[in-house]
């Protein structure tokens, strides 16, 4: 018999060995029976394209988005557009209403636009003695635009109707 400190491990280790390669062999068949690797690799590939699927619904919902959004800008640019016609022709008919004098063009692009504004600013105009004369609200394009869109007989028709208009008053 060994008194040793160095025997007692030995003979520790001896006794561990057995019960731990005991305790192994049951874990060694639970892992190859229930096959733990091929599960996880299975749940991985299943995990992989559930990932894959909720990733490619995602970009399609991004790009849905993205083109309804482009689709509103120009919704929205047309109708910022439309605001500013009315935005002018509501100034134009209001100088008429208050018998100031408006450049043609200017009258040409309401008749235009906004033929019931135009005819109801002739009606309601109100004569001025000394009326002010005002510069056009329109752009260089407006103006342009409106003078070649029509042709001569309308500003015949325009300066007939604010004759018209003041006799009646």
Known sequence: ????VRGRQRRAE?????ASQGEKKPAEAKTTSAK?????????QTALAFLQEVNRQDMEKRQKLLEAKQQGDGELEALSESLKVMDR????????MKGDKVPPQDEMYLMEKDPDGYKLA??????????????SVLKDEERTGAET???????????EGTAESGGAE
Do not use: F, N, Y
């Open 122 to 135: 002739l009606v309601c105009r109100t004569p001025k003695e000394k009326p002010k004369e005002w510069e």
């Open 36 to 44: 733990p690797r091929s599960d996880k690799t299975s749940w991985s």
């Open 149 to 159: 869109g029509e042709g001569a007989a309308e500003p015949a028709d325009s300066s």
């Open 1 to 4: 018999m060994e008194l040793t």
């Open 89 to 96: 022709c509501r100034r134009i008919a209001s100088r008429i």
């Open 14 to 18: 001896q006794v561990m060995r057995p």
